[in-house]
Structure formats: structure tokens, C-alpha cells
């Protein structure tokens, strides 16, 4: 008997010297992460509409058009009045997908679109997760799939969309921002002359330039970087969208003078202002006047008011030590005056959306740490005459919880995505037709835009370089006075 025991632990060595190696909170994180998959899936069947990239149809058949030698911009879709709306170096951009069948070239692009989310959202999440001592990789695994989720990741992907990859190419100007802010820190005798040029951040703007070039929307990053000074990243940006779309000229020069001379201005290409997916501030005004136009005055004079509120509020952010959110509140503002900005427009509410969950958790450990210096009194460096006042109960319990609570009504806002039960469309329907909430339904994405142009809390300080570059120029102007 004590030799068969002894034979089945022999056999069973194996199995626990793995086990042994196998770290099992690594096995809860990943259990956790495939049920945050499954739920953000079920959520995308529930409240998704149904996807068959649309626009990639569109955009797929006018490179095919295209390269049978047809002009870009005389190619409609069939069976709508749609055609190519993007500039020349877009078209050259997809033109390679013209080999693929169209339900290739949407799976690629979804691909794509993903693996760039997940590098952005690492490279935006690590300072918080390194502060926090979370694991990296965990929390992107969970971020993604939730990203994904909500409107503008699911129509983006669904519909074949680019958002998602211009968003990207602008947010690593920000991480570029970050390294050339901290040059220096990074050091490898390894490194080859690329690497040292990534890591020094130099290119910092051609991820604007780039974007631009694309799609004319960002080109507010470019005001933003000379509003706040930033000559060289603005330079790079400016100089990346001159040099590409110059090359386009050359390169197709009929499409370059046919965008720029007329197609750029037929504003009825892309669709009634007062469609429901625009959620911009002129498809807002459009469903409040019950017009298939947009007042043009009345758009005019909020959208140079939103410009001022958002441009200010960014530079103010950026002063303050925190990038990431002075960029949120450009690609907000950005969202909130262009003439038309669909549901998959809408990426940057995922920054806002950690932004605020960051600013909750910062405002929680801060009150964490107030209320133990002021416990521990002067000695331990408390404010004398404060340190007797004993903190109020609700203190460290609730503060940061507006943040929090305002981080998941927004997820949970464009999660649902309540537009859609109340879509109408004129001169079939009023938007009307359900009554004032029907009404406030069908423009709530749009009326959190506006909110969070005005309100999105910035972090003093949650960029260490970024606040340390200002407290250095603060030293330097005191010390000449």
C-alpha cells in the first residue's frame, strides 16, 4: 500500500511543481478579464445596432472605384447618396485595401483599431497604475474590452470606421510629449539611433500632422499647441500636414484640387445636420429648432463661446501639470463645435472617462492623508491650529465620490446609448414626437459633451514632468526678479 501511495505522489510531482510555479492571483486576473470580455460582448448585442461595416463599404468600393481608374470623388455608393468624404492622402492610405474583399479589409481595420487602443491605453494608463501598484497588463485586459464596449468603440469597429486610429496617432504626440519632457531618464547603451529617437520624444506632433492630414477635425490640436506655446511640437504638426498633403498634390493632383476646391465644402455629403447620430452642438441646435438645418448664427456664436471655454480649460490643464486632460477637453471641444460628429466620433470620452476616475481616487487618498497629518499634529508636519479640529465623519468617505459617481454615469451613459429609441428623422417624424424627454434621450450624448467641456475636473500635478517643466520656469522668472 505505501509503495502504490508512494508511486501516484511520484506521479502527481510533476503537477505540483506547476502549480507551485502558477501565481494564482494571475489566475483570478485572467478569469476576471474573460468575464469582463463575455459582459462587454453581450453589452455590444444588447444595445449595439446591427453592424456590417456600412462605411467601409463605402470607403472599400471608392478605392476600387478608384484604382479602375474612375475619379475618387464622383464614386456613390450604391443604393445611397453617399460617397468618399475624406482628403487625397486618406484614399492613398486605404488604397492598398482595394485587394481585399470588403469583409477583409473591416476585420483588418478592426484589428488594427484594437491593437492601437490597447498600446494608447497603456501608455496613458501606466502613471496611474504604477502609482496604484496595479499590474500593467490586468488593467489594460480589462480596459479594452470595456473601451470597446461603449458607442463610439462598438460603431468605430462596426462600422469600419477610423476614429479609433486617428485617436491614436494623436494621443502618442502625448506620450511623445511625455518622453521628451523626461529625456534623459531612459538610457541604453543598446539602443540604436531609432530608439533613441523615439525615447527622446522629438517627434512629437507628427501624430497631429498625421491626423490632420486625414481628417481635418484635429487640426484644433494644432491651435491648442500654439496657444500653449508649444512652437516645436506645433512646428512638427504644421509641417507634417503641409509636407503630406504637398505630396499629395504631386502625387494626385486632380483629387487634391477637386477635395480642396469643391468637395471640402459640400457640407450635404455626409448627411442632414439633424440626423440623431450627430451629436455636435449644430445637430443638437437642429433637433431643439426641429429643422433639417442647423441655425447658422446661433450655432456660430456658441461654438466661439465652447471654443473659448474648452481652449482655456486645456491650457489651464496644461499649466496645472496635467496633458491628458488638456488634450480630453481639446478632442471634446473638437466634438462639440464641428457641423457633424456621428456617435463613433466620440472616442475622446474614454480619456474623460479616466480622468475622472483618476480625480476620484486622487481626491481619496488625498483626504486619506490630510486627515492622518492632521491626527498625527504638528510634530509630524500638521498645520498648527488645524490639527485639533477633528475631521468630519463623511471626510475621507466621500470625497472624490461626485468623480466617481459622474466616471460611471458617463460609461454608463454611452454604454446604453439612449439616443437610439428616440431616433427621428424629419420630415417623417418630429423630434418632438416622444415629448420633451424623448427630446433630452435623443440629444444626452451631445449634452454630456457640453458638460464635460465645462466641468471635466483637470489633476494638478498627475504629469510629474509636465509639472515639474512649469515649477522650473516659476523658479527661474522668481530668481530674475
Given at each position: ?30 478569469a ?28 472599400h ?18 443604393g ?5 468624404t ?199 441646435l ?46 471634446l ?35 486619506r ?34 468623480h ?26 418630429s ?51
Amino acid at each position: 500500500m505505501p509503495t502504490i501511495v508512494g508511486r501516484r505522489a511520484d506521479r502527481l510531482a510533476p503537477v505540483q511543481r506547476v502549480m507551485r510555479g502558477i501565481d494564482r492571483r494571475n489566475v483570478v486576473r485572467g478569469a476576471i478579464v474573460a468575464a469582463v470580455a463575455y459582459a462587454a460582448w453581450l453589452a455590444i448585442g444588447e444595445f449595439g445596432r446591427p453592424y456590417n461595416f456600412f462605411d467601409m463599404k463605402i470607403y472599400h468600393g471608392a478605392v476600387v472605384w478608384w484604382a479602375s481608374g474612375h475619379e475618387l470623388y464622383e464614386f456613390i455608393a450604391p443604393g445611397t447618396t453617399l460617397g468618399f468624404t475624406y482628403p487625397p492622402f486618406a484614399g492613398l492610405v486605404m488604397l492598398p485595401m482595394a485587394q481585399l474583399p470588403i469583409a477583409g479589409a473591416g476585420m483588418v481595420n478592426a484589428l488594427a483599431s484594437i491593437a492601437a487602443l490597447a498600446l494608447i491605453l497603456a501608455g496613458l494608463l501606466r502613471p496611474i497604475v504604477d502609482r496604484l501598484g496595479w499590474p500593467l497588463w490586468f488593467t489594460v485586459a480589462v480596459a479594452v474590452p470595456l473601451a470597446v464596449a461603449i458607442e463610439p468603440g462598438r460603431e468605430t469597429l462596426g462600422y469600419g470606421q477610423v476614429n479609433i486610429l486617428l485617436f491614436a496617432l494623436i494621443m502618442a504626440d502625448l506620450i511623445g510629449l511625455r518622453w521628451r519632457s523626461r529625456r534623459g531618464t531612459h538610457y541604453d547603451t543598446t539602443d540604436g539611433p531609432l530608439l533613441r529617437f523615439i525615447y527622446s520624444g522629438a517627434w512629437a506632433g507628427a501624430g497631429i500632422g498625421l491626423a490632420t492630414a486625414v481628417k481635418l477635425t484635429p487640426a484644433l490640436f494644432i491651435a491648442y499647441l500654439l496657444i500653449t506655446r508649444q512652437w516645436r511640437v506645433a512646428a512638427t504638426a504644421i509641417g507634417t500636414t503641409i509636407g503630406v498633403t504637398v505630396a499629395s498634390f504631386g502625387i494626385v493632383g486632380d483629387e487634391s484640387r477637386a477635395y480642396f476646391g469643391s468637395v471640402l465644402w459640400q457640407t450635404e455629403r455626409v448627411g442632414a445636420a439633424d440626423m440623431t447620430p450627430n451629436q455636435s452642438l449644430a445637430g443638437l441646435l437642429a433637433r431643439l429648432y426641429d429643422s433639417i438645418e442647423t441655425p447658422g448664427l446661433l450655432w456660430f456664436a456658441f461654438s466661439v463661446l465652447i471654443l473659448a471655454l474648452g481652449l482655456s480649460r486645456a491650457a489651464s490643464s496644461r499649466a496645472d501639470g496635467d496633458e491628458l486632460t488638456a488634450f480630453t477637453l481639446v478632442g471634446l471641444t473638437a466634438n462639440v463645435i464641428s457641423p457633424i460628429s456621428w456617435t463613433h466620433h466620440l472616442v475622446w470620452v474614454i480619456p474623460a472617462i479616466i480622468v475622472l476616475a483618476d480625480a476620484a481616487v486622487r481626491r481619496r487618498e488625498a483626504s486619506r492623508s490630510v486627515a492622518q497629518r492632521s491626527s498625527q499634529g504638528p510634530a509630524f508636519g500638521g498645520l498648527t491650529g488645524l490639527n485639533s479640529l477633528r475631521p468630519p465623519i463623511w471626510y475621507p468617505t466621500l470625497t472624490g465620490l461626485r468623480h466617481g459617481v459622474a466616471a460611471v454615469g458617463l460609461y454608463l451613459l454611452f454604454l446604453v446609448s439612449p439616443i437610439w429609441p428616440y431616433e427621428h428623422q424629419l420630415p417623417e417624424e418630429s423630434h418632438y414626437q416622444d415629448g420633451l424627454f424623448g427630446a433630452l434621450m435623443e440629444n444626452s450624448l451631445a449634452l454630456a459633451l457640453i458638460v464635460l467641456v465645462a466641468a471635466l475636473p483637470w489633476r494638478p500635478g498627475a504629469e510629474p514632468a509636465f509639472y515639474g517643466e512649469r515649477l522650473n520656469r516659476a523658479a527661474l522668472v522668481n530668481g530674475r526678479r
